[in-house]
């Protein structure tokens, strides 16, 4: 028998965590589930424990810290971890296991914005801020992923037990999207139905800053992930600007053999040593960058 770990982080979700129990109880009734309360201030604790799951602490503030705790003590065969806040669909549960367990996927993505997110989610900015967000790393990243932030996600052991977890907030999505996708896992997405959150529940992302905090992570990743990209389009950058500065400054020399404006043709001069510089560290980081992935490879292969 293959062993289902149900993994939900929590902080404050005393309205809808028995229901989230239940309904996964009721189309994954051999699985375990964990509830990991995130220093709750209501009987978030007492009604997950009432409802029959595994109940433990973190007392470090941050979805990202959760996970990594989840990650580290729990054993099994398949990982699904899902939101608290009972918006996520218990019935697609046992495929996205399946498609772990049985057809060798090692990431599973439970897509929201292909189905009802737009018409379901009422949080100003968000809609657009998902939109703008998958677009950035697809691009970033030559990908083609949906639903880049979503929290419902299940996960085989290979990928669980040897992805580095650094974030320690909402962006932990963002994260563990990118490493998979760098790393080369295999990733599947399953349309799911998203729904609002119920009255009285309220969410704990902060639209401004964890947006903020997403946003320097996926720029942080791309400069550890893809250097050479990284720093060569901050030399073309600088080689544009220097370029344009430069311009004037020759069209006048070609035409009266002088050069006036030595501020301006020195200050050029350092934005082309810099953007060489720049594309000389971005080189050196993307062969460091390329032994880390061999040896990461050999470490899974271990």
């Not at 639209?207 to 990743?221: A, E, H, P, Q, S």
């Amino acid at each position: 028998m293959k062993e289902i770990a149900i993994l939900i982080p929590c902080y404050n979700e005393a309205i809808t965590i028995g229901n989230v129990i239940s309904s996964f109880r009721a189309v994954l009734p051999d699985a375990t589930i964990y509830v990991y309360d995130n220093n709750s201030t209501d009987n978030t604790s007492e009604i997950a424990l009432q409802a029959g799951a595994v109940v433990r602490k973190e007392p470090h503030q941050g979805k990202g810290n959760v996970i990594r705790r989840m990650f580290r003590e729990i054993n099994a065969d398949c990982y699904l971890i899902v939101d608290g806040d009972h918006t996520y669909p218990a019935e697609v549960a046992p495929d996205m296991c399946r498609e772990i367990l049985e057809n060798g996927a090692d990431m599973v993505i439970g897509d929201r914005l292909s189905t009802s997110y737009y018409q379901e989610n009422t949080r100003l900015f968000h809609n657009s801020g998902n939109r703008i967000m998958c677009k950035l790393i697809n691009y970033l990243f030559q990908a083609n992923i949906c639903d880049i932030m979503t929290g419902y996600r299940a996960m085989s052991p290979l990928f669980v037990k040897n992805f580095p977890v650094l974030s320690h907030g909402f962006e932990i999505e963002t994260e563990m999207t990118i490493h998979a996708l760098d790393k080369s896992f295999m990733i599947r997405e399953l349309p799911i139905t998203y729904r609002d959150r119920p009255k009285g529940s309220f969410s704990k992302l902060n639209t401004y800053r964890d947006g903020m905090r997403v946003l320097y992570t996926v720029f942080t990743l791309f400069k550890d992930y893809q250097p050479m990209k990284f720093f060569s389009g901050w030399a073309l950058l600088l080689i544009a600007v220097g370029t344009l500065l430069i311009f004037p400054v020759l069209t006048e020399y070609f035409q009266t053999g002088l050069v006036p404006r030595f501020p301006t043709l020195i200050a050029v001069g350092f934005l082309f040593l810099i953007a060489i510089l720049l594309w000389i560290c971005g080189l050196i980081l993307e062969v460091i960058g390329k032994k880390h992935r061999q040896l990461y490879e050999l470490f899974l292969n271990r």
